[in-house]
């Protein structure tokens, strides 16, 4: 057969509330174009992450129930340091809330300032929790390689580790699959000789898993079909000296995360710093039931036909899209694809946010809940002069949440995609009324930049530039 399906049944349904055109332009307003300010229930298809968002299993859910809510020593935990330890081989687990709690332990534990952690690129709550300890948080990300766009660039790692001195690096990390980078993956020879090459340095190696099984099967996909999902695994990470994970990934869990570490000196240093926020070693921050949904989820996340069904679905949707004449990044990664919404809307330019006008866009057109990555989120406004510093990208992503969706629901996305698409030239600039300091993407309050706002339409709260819709 070559039509793929989705591997899974449909037992629960959460119903979609259908909110109307006029209806989602009155809550845009209200929140001040920013999506991050819309209920949840105001949105029709929601691809604002992937984080925290997949559906549970008919095991998950069962397993639930299993939850042994004990303080100390719950057999939960025990369940739970198995399956980490059996996957990813280390033997000393913590659980943590979620990955950036695991990032502010192991770097509050390991990082001195003026150090340096090199990575092919950071997440930015890795990053953050690196810099709020004084070091630098490097990206060292191979340029111009297709099939795996999340490889390090090594002879630049080596060039980097001779320049300041493997002392000062005191660990040196992957991220799986390269989130910032689109969520490409990084090859299991590029990751195997950036091991090699910082065993060689003495500098311990760390990987950022979230998404761990997306770049196992992309291996698989691209380098080495002869080999399973579970077998690539294991080559990754028995290289390495421990890793970090965000489980609302790739652990199939809506909240959950781990430290895995092999040296026993350095887990229970971690622990005595996690019972200060987090709570005791064998809960970490989670209910046992948490527990019990990650322990299952890490496994279901290895399941071939569900990496392959997950490919399909991203894959589709790109590839309609692209023949749409659609500009995106390509080839996706496995949970998202990007928008280049440069390319998009090449009358605005970065000052005038086309990623977040194309991000109201697409509300307006079909309540698609997407995100902008571009100069809304990693861009500036200079305090003296005003001037807007761009990001050097202005993407929008539209992360698809493990087993929620169904390719009804993305020929849906793919049609207001292409609606929008064809109406381009009409869609107006962005301007930022107000800001936080610090992720002013979560919380600017922002409006059209189309004249008209200021007149009659906006006494109606319309914009100008949607009164035609
Ligand atoms: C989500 C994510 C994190 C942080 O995890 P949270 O669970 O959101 O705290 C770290 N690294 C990567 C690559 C991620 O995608």
Known sequence: MKTVIEPFRTKVVEPIRFISRQDREGVLRKAG????????????????????????????????????????????????????????????????????????????????????VLSNTHFDTTRANIENNGARA???????????????????????????????????????????????????????????ILKKYGIPFFIDAARFAENAWLIKRREHPELTVMEIVRRVFEVADGCLMSAKKDGMANMGGFIAVRSHELCSRLKQNLILTEGFPTYGGLSGRDLECIALGLFEAMDESYLLYREKSTFYLARRLLDAGVPLIDPPGLHAVYLDAGAFLPHLRPQELPGQALVCELYLEAGIRSCEIGTLMFGRTEEDT??????????????LPRRVYSQSHYDYVIEAIVNVFERKKDISGMRIVWQPQFLRHFSAQMEPKSEKLHGEAAALGLSGAYDKL
Request: with cysteine.
């Open 138 to 196: 490097v990206d060292l990300p191979e340029r111009s390689n297709r099939e795996f766009g999340g490889n390090i660039d090594l002879k630049a790692v080596v060039r980097y580790i001779d320049k300041v001195g493997s002392d000062s690096i005191p660990l040196s990390m992957i991220t799986l699959t390269n989130n910032s980078a689109g969520g490409q993956p990084a090859a299991l020879a590029n990751i195997l000789e950036y091991a090699a």
């Open 33 to 116: 174009f920013n999506l991050f300010n819309l209920k949840a229930e105001d949105v029709i298809i929601d691809l604002l992450t992937d984080s925290g968002t997949s559906a549970m299993s008919t095991e998950q859910w069962a397993q639930l129930m299993r939850g042994d809510e004990s303080y100390a020593g719950c057999s939960s935990f025990f369940r739970f340091q198995e399956a980490v330890s059996s996957i990813f081989g280390f033997e000393q687990v913590i659980p943590v809330h979620q990955g950036r709690a695991g990032e502010r332990i192991l770097f509050s534990e390991l990082v001195k300032p003026g150090q340096h």
């Open 386 to 399: 005003g001037e807007e510093i761009a990001h050097e990208v202005e993407l929008v992503r539209l992360a």
